[in-house]
């Protein structure tokens, strides 16, 4: 019996905690209140307020280095995504938290679904304080971005250039065209070298960790250049050489 509340955060959290009241804390609405000896009544609110910033710090973390090449506006806009209220509300879910929160049988869950991204952040305060940082950081690469989030999905939907460029050929009555040109293993780490022609002619090229990343980072470029420069359409109607342009990871 004792071990069952260790066991079922490892499924969740894949590590055991060390000092499992933290997690039941976070898991403890405001309407459930624990109530210690000298009196007090606590929730997980203020294991929210912890876990927000932690959360932000790793997902920023993250992102700076994943995403090396990027403007801050890139990265703060896919931050947003990442830990809107919206997106944290179904990874608990999905994770199974919801079916752990502690509410009274007042609280319509169903109606007040932010409780399940608030007890989210409130778990991640729980391993802050628990096993520090490094732990916070792991159960984001290793349980979130491996089995619930998608990077390329995530950038997709942050804005699908690919999209834009096909709509652009589909207009004036050109063919797109991807090619992968390489692609490269480094200490574990994949990365695919793609290049977007347009008629036959290469017109950007780009790398990235994954062959969709690659393609959005190319399509970029060319959708750069068919919005500044007044005679790509021209040039590419008349079959004339254009010099790739080129970005990397």
């Given amino acids: 019996m004792k071990?069952?509340?260790?066991?079922?955060?490892?499924?969740?959290?894949?590590?055991?905690?060390?000092?499992?009241?933290?997690?039941?804390?976070?898991?403890?609405?405001?309407?459930?209140?624990?109530?210690?000896?000298?009196?007090?009544?606590l929730c997980n609110e203020r294991l929210e307020f912890l876990g927000d910033a932690i959360l932000n710090s790793v997902i920023t973390d993250l992102l700076y280095q994943r995403f090396q090449n990027e403007r801050e506006g890139f990265l703060t806009n896919l931050r947003s995504k990442i830990v809107s209220r919206e997106s944290l509300n179904r990874i608990?879910?999905?994770?199974?938290?919801d079916k752990l929160i502690i509410a009274s049988r007042y609280v319509n869950l169903h109606?007040?679904?932010?409780?399940y991204g608030n007890a989210l952040e409130?778990?991640?305060?729980?391993?802050?304080?628990?096993?520090?940082?490094?732990?916070?950081?792991?159960?984001?690469?290793?349980?979130l971005f491996r089995h619930i989030l998608d990077w390329d999905e995530i950038i997709e939907k942050e804005i699908n250039f690919k999209s834009k460029v096909f709509e652009w050929c589909h207009k004036h009555h050109l063919e797109p065209e991807f090619s992968l040109i390489e692609e490269s293993v480094f200490k574990n780490k994949h990365t695919f070298h793609t290049c977007l022609k347009i008629q036959g002619y290469t017109i950007s090229e780009a790398t990235g960790c994954s062959k969709k990343e690659s393609q959005q980072k190319a399509s970029e470029i060319a959708y750069?250049?068919?919005?500044?420069?007044?005679d790509f359409l021209t040039e590419i109607t008349n079959n004339q050489t254009l010099e790739p342009a080129q970005v990397t990871e």
Avoid: M
């Avoid at 066991?7 to 209140?33: E, R």
């Avoid at 109606?111 to 409780?115: L, T, V």
């Avoid at 305060?125 to 950081?137: H, V």
């Avoid at 750069?224 to 007044?230: E, G, L, R, S, T």
């Fill in 3 to 41: 071990k069952e509340p260790y066991l079922l955060f490892h499924n969740i959290l894949g590590f055991y905690p060390d000092n499992i009241k933290y997690y039941q804390l976070a898991l403890h609405h405001k309407s459930v209140p624990i109530q210690t000896k000298d009196g007090q009544h």
């Fill in 92 to 97: 608990a879910i999905e994770i199974g938290l």
């Fill in 111 to 115: 109606a007040n679904n932010n409780i």
């Fill in 122 to 143: 409130a778990l991640f305060g729980a391993i802050y304080l628990d096993l520090g940082y490094k732990k916070c950081k792991f159960f984001v690469e290793e349980r």
């Fill in 224 to 230: 750069q250049k068919i919005c500044n420069d007044a």
